[in-house]
């Protein structure tokens, strides 16, 4: 079955800064129950930070029944950003104002769970996964050091006036 993705229908979407690191929450309906949503940030670097909250169909029998859902998704981010471009089933891209929460989440420690895109000018695989990967928020604790990921997309762009060769990859980070 190929997969069937499209901007999914939302209710409510906040953003949320926390040092370094910046939480999209979305919640809606999906239209059966073989849906799943998820939330992504585009690939290109750009300002102030973009994100896609798209439905994709998993199954291809799915029951006709009205499914809410609620997600949330981290992203390290260093700049504070005061909006973000949702993109989604509601219409055009829309700026979302982004709620800056006090510096007592910095205690908690580095969170490992969330979303890295690793980059190489080279379209080096390799290089761009590496970038990814050491972006992930490590404890200085060893026994607290280790994390899976998973590769959740890999993009390139290519020529134009600029002669981009520009890879990206997009990992996705378990607890």
Not at 141 to 159: H, K, M, S
Request: aromatic residues 8%; proline residues 8%; contains cysteine.
């Amino acid at each position: 079955m190929t997969s069937t993705c499209e901007l999914a229908n939302t209710e409510e979407v906040t953003a949320a800064y926390y040092p370094g690191l910046l939480v999209i929450r979305a919640s809606g309906t999906v239209p059966e129950s073989c849906w799943r949503v998820t939330i992504s940030k585009s690939l290109l670097t750009v300002w102030p930070p973009e994100f896609a909250i798209e439905q994709c169909r998993t199954s291809e029998v799915c029951l006709p029944a009205i499914r809410p859902y609620s997600i949330e998704r981290s992203f390290p981010i260093q700049s504070i950003p005061e909006h973000v471009v949702i993109h989604d089933g509601q219409g055009p891209p829309r700026e979302i104002e982004v709620d800056v929460q006090p510096d007592a989440a910095a205690a908690a420690g580095p969170q490992v769970r969330g979303e890295f895109v690793g980059y190489s000018d080279a379209l080096s695989y390799d290089a761009a996964l590496r970038d990814a990967v050491e972006q992930v928020p490590v404890s200085s604790n060893p026994d607290q050091g280790y994390f899976r990921f998973t590769v959740t997309e890999v993009a390139g762009e290519v020529g134009g006036i600029a002669g981009l060769r520009r890879l990206a990859v997009r990992i996705e980070t378990d607890d």
